[in-house]
């Protein structure tokens, strides 16, 4: 099915008038998962175009000229990790150059700045706040460090910024935006000696506001949303990236599902919503272009 469900995707691309790409949000990718994550990655290249953030930002520019241009039978994919986690330096960032393409990690500050004890509450109490009784292993609750991130940026992966201390930013006051987004990405900034262009927010898709989202877009080219759905290249924004959840320990059935966009339609509202919140709402002259 989930093939059949390709071939209707590619068709649709290939005639329709809107060239789409993916854009998958992982997040834990232990050792124990990398062979669950070298399968899934194997499945994935064979139907698209791995793509690194600036490649995928050349193609969407390209498709915009001319959709023409760009073969879409292998639409491009770009890979992203949730929370600057250890685990995502030492098995994703290796597997995924192994396959000649590279990530974008959206990293927190004040996790990386905790020690492995601290990392565990704060893991606990502001990264998986569902209140479950802590069962991972210590050091799978733990952030990369400021080297590491200059090592994943030196190697050619984008490391992006997923506020300062992984707030949802719909119910953070006012006040407080400020640090939580332009300090964060200014931290990151100091650590990989290069501009910060990604910012993802945390939570759930809709723990936005408009007066967080345009704060973002003046501090970022590229805004990520988490919320599932291919990028239109032709009618999405750079500022409301579609991002579609796949995690390494998914059975071939579900990831091949999700990669085949037959989640979609599920989300299309939300989609909707968050555009008719978002992009309606007077918008600030970005700093930046794509
Ligand atoms: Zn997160």
Redesign the pocket.
Known sequence: MDELALALRRWLVRWGQSPSMLVIEM?ETPERDEALFRRQLEWAARHFTLVDLVTFARWWREYGANPRAVSKSKPPLLFTF??GRLNNYTVAAPVLESFGTRGVF?V?PQFVQCNPQEARQFYYSR?DTRRLPPSLPEEETRSMTPQQIADLSRRGHSVGN?TYS?VNLRTLPESQLHHEIVDSAAQIAAWTGQPVDAF?W??SWDSITPRAWKLIQQHHRFCFA?CPGSVDCRADSHHLIWRTEVEVVYPPSDFRFMYAGLADPLWRSKRELLRATLEDAPTPQSTHDL
């Open positions: 997040h949730d929370d959206f927190v990264i997923h992984h993802a945390t939570f988490p």
